[in-house]
């Protein structure tokens, strides 16, 4: 039974860069099968130890998830397209108190007003509506000021990073000029700029299992504008916990997912992903990059939700996973079902506070927000100037590079040979035991990945290079190019 198998762009490098593909199978099992038995590194990415579906990859048989049905027994028939959706990274309606609007509003909202759907109620509703962006980034820029204009009354922003030079090409809440200065004062000067009628309440700080019911209760709805799994399943269980609706998005390369988790209308996040991928599988915006225009498509769909949940019209996407593909500009709809056994929304919930979120994404130190302040680990880091020291002193030195190629095109160590990080388990054949190996990426995560790789297959004499190319641009070689 021939069936066509749609791979997702996180896993198409590992798929020969398909997208899609005709495989033969009478079942979701069989099709899967002959999909690893072509592609084997495909296997670590979609079972796990025991070969069962990983808990962060959901298989669709057309719009069906599999879990609610025969799973990997289903059956396929001819025609059937069995569609891969791995975690990245109906109606609802809020009670809001009605309030008046000042002649400025009524002519800054006029376009809203002679709209049936929307008219003098449902702006008032809009204008006492409280809505909390996480994140002014990529998904925060644009429903952010989306929201700003169509005259939300109160936007609570949380962010605490600053603005770098890359975020400029997708995150239009920020300037060329501000760049070195906080995201949260910028996006607030933004936002005020916009629509000086909204009230704008910031938060420079990180999302914690310790701030976050404090920061949300007052909320009436939370966007997801986060970029970490720690931080995604923060909100989605303070949101259950709290009784609030969680709009989410998630983008990578030229690819977007977007969906409304109401645990008192439909699923959470965790009924679509009871568990997080492990730190290094899935790779983030940061590794594997994001079309600037993509954040903009995912982030008004988010905006747009929270609009319609506020005023109380049209189907949300509560019970619905819509997934974006910009290369084949195609959208595609997922139906989504409550988990009865889900363990904070199901029946007989087991988390009923919040947890360690970073120790339940199984991060380790190297591994946390690129922002946040760490202390290197001399006994398997290595410092620019130290590498260099090292490197003159032992022309044999062997560094690896273990970024993507895409990276290594951009600027590379002169010296350094390239063995990207999803590749490194099947090349450690090049690598020589007895040398001593300096392992590199962008930033320094990559390269603390690879190390364990290494020193589970017996490498001893080898570190990380702490802060990646990036240091050694600002420390040794200001002529590459920093990205």
């Not at 000067?189 to 420079?204: H, S, T």
Request: proline share 5%; glycine share 8%; hydrophobic share 35%.
């Amino acid at each position: 039974m021939s069936v066509e198998v749609q791979i997702p762009v996180a896993l198409a490098k590992h798929a020969g860069n398909q997208e899609s593909l005709m495989l033969n199978g009478n079942s979701v099992r069989e099709a899967l099968d002959s999909l690893m038995k072509t592609y084997p590194t495909l296997k670590t990415h979609l079972l796990n130890e025991k070969g069962e579906l990983r808990h962060f990859v959901n298989i669709y048989v057309n719009d069906q998830d599999i879990r609610h049905g025969e799973q990997m027994k289903t059956p396929l028939k001819a025609g059937d397209v069995l569609i891969i959706v791995p975690s990245i990274a109906g109606g609802s309606t809020i009670k809001t108190e009605s309030t008046e609007l000042s002649p400025k509003e009524i002519q800054r909202y006029s376009r809203h007003l002679i709209m049936p759907e929307v008219g003098l109620e449902g702006q008032k509703k809009l204008k006492a509506a409280k809505i909390l962006c996480v994140g002014a980034g990529g998904l925060g820029s644009p429903l952010a000021m989306y929201l700003a204009a169509a005259g939300v009354g109160t936007l609570g922003i949380v962010e605490f990073d600053v603005v770098d030079y890359s975020n400029l090409q997708r995150q239009l809440l920020h300037d060329t000029d501000r760049v070195g200065k906080p995201k949260l004062q910028s996006a607030m000067d933004r936002l005020r700029a916009i629509n000086p009628e909204v009230k704008l309440v910031g938060y420079e700080t990180r999302l914690t299992s310790d701030n976050v019911l404090d920061i949300m209760k007052n909320y009436d709805i939370v966007i997801d504008g986060t970029d970490n799994f720690p931080t995604r399943y923060l909100v989605n269980d303070a949101c259950v916990l709290l009784k609030k609706p969680n709009i989410y998005g998630s983008i990578f390369r030229f690819e977007g997912q977007a969906s409304v988790f109401d645990s008192l209308k439909g699923p959470c996040y965790r009924c679509l992903y009871p568990e997080p991928p492990p730190p290094g599988l899935v790779p983030s915006c940061a590794e594997g990059g994001v079309l600037g225009i993509l954040p903009g498509i995912i982030g008004t769909i988010q905006a747009t939700e929270a609009i319609k949940i506020i005023i109380g019209k049209g189907e949300t996407l509560v019970g619905r996973l819509l997934l974006f593909n910009a290369l084949k500009m195609q959208f595609r709809e997922m139906k989504l079902r409550k988990d009865d056994s889900c363990p904070i929304c199901g029946k007989n919930p087991t988390i009923t506070k919040l947890i360690d979120y970073e120790k339940f994404c199984g991060l380790t130190r190297g591994e946390t927000s690129q922002v946040e302040e760490k202390k290197m680990d001399s006994s398997v880091e290595i410092t620019a100037t130290e590498l260099k020291e090292l490197w003159d002193k032992n022309k044999k030195l062997k560094v690896v590079d273990v970024r993507n190629p895409e990276e290594y095109e951009i600027c590379r160590i002169e010296g350094a040979s390239l063995i990207p990080l999803s590749e490194i388990g099947s090349r450690l054949g090049e690598l020589n035991k007895n040398d001593q190996i300096v392992l590199h990426c962008h930033h320094g995560m990559r390269s603390l990945r690879a190390l364990e790789v290494l020193k589970k297959a017996g490498f001893q004499n080898v570190k990380s290079l702490s802060g990646g190319i990036d240091a050694w641009s600002i420390e040794i070689d200001p002529s590459i190019p920093r990205y």
